[in-house]
């Protein structure tokens, strides 16, 4: 689970100097500046990608599967089978409540 987090440096504008490295209290007030000043620089996030599927029949869900039988030495027997193509994303869902994005760089709450 995880690993929603920022791959480049410098790209989230309420990131540091870009650098990545240990600016102390300087680079924080350079962060809280540049997060204060941009109207489009917000720690919260109000939207993500969905991981859910339609699939031909408009049905949602995460994995389709189709049941098969399969006949060997004269028995059958049914094994499901992963459906993978004639799928569409359900794109960008709008979240019930705000999150903090995870490259936020200020402490909230310390205890």
Not at 3 to 29: I, L, M, R, T
Not at 40 to 68: I, K, Q
Not at 80 to 104: A, E, T
Request: proline share 5%; charged share 25%.
């Amino acid at each position: 689970m995880g690993g929603s987090g920022s791959k480049a440096k410098g790209v989230w504008p309420f990131s540091g100097s870009g650098g990545g490295g240990d600016s102390g209290s300087e680079g924080n007030e350079q962060s809280l500046a540049r997060l204060k000043g941009s109207r489009n620089a917000t720690p919260f996030v109000f939207t993500r990608r969905s991981s859910l599927y339609y699939d031909e029949d408009g049905d949602l869900a995460h994995e389709f599967y189709e049941e098969t039988v399969v006949t060997k030495n004269g028995r059958k027997k049914s094994k499901l089978k992963r459906i993978q193509k004639n799928l569409i994303p359900q794109g960008i869902v709008k979240l019930d409540h705000p999150c903090i994005h995870v490259d936020f760089p200020i402490v909230l709450c310390e205890v």
